[in-house]
């Protein structure tokens, strides 16, 4: 690699080598690496605080969005040393016990360094470290994915139905887009298990898919889905992970996972409606700060 094609930066005290910054990323709208980052720097302060703590799964997309893509759950071996990483145990074949080493998002250096990385999207799990046994969420967790030609237009009703299910049982559920097609709907737990949590949400979604059965649909059957809000309850799994807040999406445009008020969901009349890239994002946050504030009390 040619040296003009390395940056070195210091941020908060810790040394980083950035690569490549002029490649596009993103080639329908010429978003470079370079845009990537310093998205995420600049929403780091409204990012950080819902994915600290959580083991960190990365998407990684070296060549863009129009190229080869992975799932990064093993922490790279040639990383810093001040990149923070716990082990946890995973079921593995044939009954033998396997662990992995995730990379654990605290702080503002570790968030560019994954950015420099190309990692595109960040997953996270609805738990935080330390983990004793088995996973105890601090958020409860629904997925609201529309089968075509039904759209986040559609999803928008379904949460409105969901909602007063929720509190009536004391439940805050705040809104946020996928970044993609789809809505998610979150509401801070205690006190169970990922299991209960999974056994819950499905109840929840049961109960609108009986109330709603030409709308909604709970089971994962995709001759079921057509034209239907699937309410994926399956992402409260400890297992499982689901798109952070603010992490931007390997699509075709830097779409971002973005939280919206429940008038925004509300209103929303039209796919355009409730889209958002990076840009827009930023300038969200600077107007509203964070509208998932209230998950982290």
């Known amino acids: 690699m040619a040296q003009r ?54 998407k990684r997309c070296p060549d863009g969005t129009g190229g080869q893509s992975f ?11 001040w990149v923070r990483t716990e082990t946890v145990e995973s079921g593995g074949s044939r009954g033998r016990g396997e662990t992995v080493d995730y990379v654990v998002m605290d702080d503002l250096p570790t968030l560019v360094w994954a950015a420099n990385l190309a990692a595109l999207e960040l997953h996270v799990p609805q738990w935080r470290f330390p983990r004793r046994g088995e996973p105890r969420p601090d958020l409860l967790v629904f997925d609201l994915d529309p089968g075509a030609p039904a759209t986040i237009v559609d999803c928008c009703r379904v949460a409105e139905a969901l909602r007063p299910l929720l509190e009536a049982d004391g439940l805050a559920p705040l809104a946020k887009t996928s970044g993609g097609k789809g809505l998610q709907l979150y509401a801070p737990v205690s006190g169970i298990t990922s299991e209960q949590a999974s056994v819950q949400a499905h109840e929840y979604a049961q109960r609108l898919e009986k109330d709603q059965p030409g709308l909604v649909v709970s089971r994962m059957t995709k001759s079921l889905r057509k034209d239907k809000v699937l309410i994926d309850w399956s992402q409260n799994n400890g297992a499982k992970t689901t798109i952070a807040p603010y992490s931007l999406r390997a699509r075709t445009h830097p779409t971002v996972s973005t939280p919206v008020t429940w008038d925004e969901v509300e209103s929303c009349q039209a796919p355009e409606d409730l889209f958002f890239t990076a840009p827009d994002v930023l300038a969200r946050a600077g107007e509203s700060g964070d509208l998932f504030g209230p998950l982290l009390a």
């Open 5 to 58: 094609e390395k940056t070195s930066v210091t941020v908060d005290g810790r040394e980083l080598t950035l690569t490549n910054l002029p490649k596009v990323l993103y080639p329908e709208d010429g978003f470079a690496k370079a845009e990537v980052i310093d998205y995420y720097q600049r929403i780091a302060g409204v990012l950080l605080p819902h994915v600290a703590g959580r083991p960190m799964t990365l």
């Open 71 to 81: 799932f990064a759950k093993h922490a790279p071996e040639h990383r810093p040393g």
